[in-house]
């Protein structure tokens, strides 16, 4: 049997930059620690509403307390050179002042990745051993499509130290870092019955 890592087309970050420009409209690709992963644009509605529901919340919150935080979704790059990464995260929190034109942060304080089949174990280890190094990420959030269900890890003091398990509409998120917290009932609004 061959070896798994000489099926994926490896690359450093310079590299993958200049392959960009050359991307069909319809794909989506990313890179993971020097691999390249292309996936066609679209997903089911579940994690679009998810999605944008997410993203609204921190939102609203960020406005209401007149934060420098501002969220992000899917289409807006995650990029780290010394990690050979490009990741367009489901949603991405990033505090404090923006370059213009600005296409990419290399500064999260908080990913979310929605759950898929397709996805999961992506997000689950690959993306989560380039995520951890990411010296501003303060939490990573995982959360299921099916059902209210999310799986938090917390960086404490520099150290990833905490993980958390949500279950049900009545559960809260809380993101201290960002002084936010949302109730899984309004993540997952208008996607199941709660």
């Known amino acids: 049997m061959g070896n798994a890592s000489a099926e994926f087309e490896m690359m450093d970050f310079d590299d993958f930059e200049e392959l960009l420009a050359d991307k069909p409209r319809n794909e989506r690709w990313e890179l993971i620690g020097g691999r390249v992963v292309r996936m066609m644009v679209g997903a089911r ?23 420098s935080c501002r969220a992000f979704t899917e289409t807006f790059y995650m990029k780290s050179r010394p990690l050979d990464a490009a990741m367009l995260p489901d949603v991405l929190v990033v505090c404090g002042d923006l370059e213009p034109g600005a296409t990419s942060i290399d500064n999260p304080c908080v990913l979310f990745e929605v759950l898929s089949p397709g996805t999961e174990a992506r ?50 998120l809380d ?3 960002i002084g936010v917290s949302l109730p899984l009932r309004a993540i997952y609004r208008r996607v199941l019955d709660l």
């Open 123 to 172: 997000d689950r280890f690959e993306k989560w051993r380039v995520y951890q190094q990411l010296p501003a990420l303060q939490h990573y959030v995982l959360v299921a499509r099916d059902r209210a269900h999310l799986e938090v890890y917390d960086r404490t003091d520099g150290v990833w130290n905490g993980f958390r398990v949500l279950d049900g509409p009545d559960a809260i």
């Open 45 to 67: 509605w579940e994690h679009a509403q998810i999605v944008n529901n997410i993203s609204r919340q921190l939102g609203n919150r960020f406005e209401d307390a007149n934060s």
């Open 175 to 177: 993101l201290p870092a």
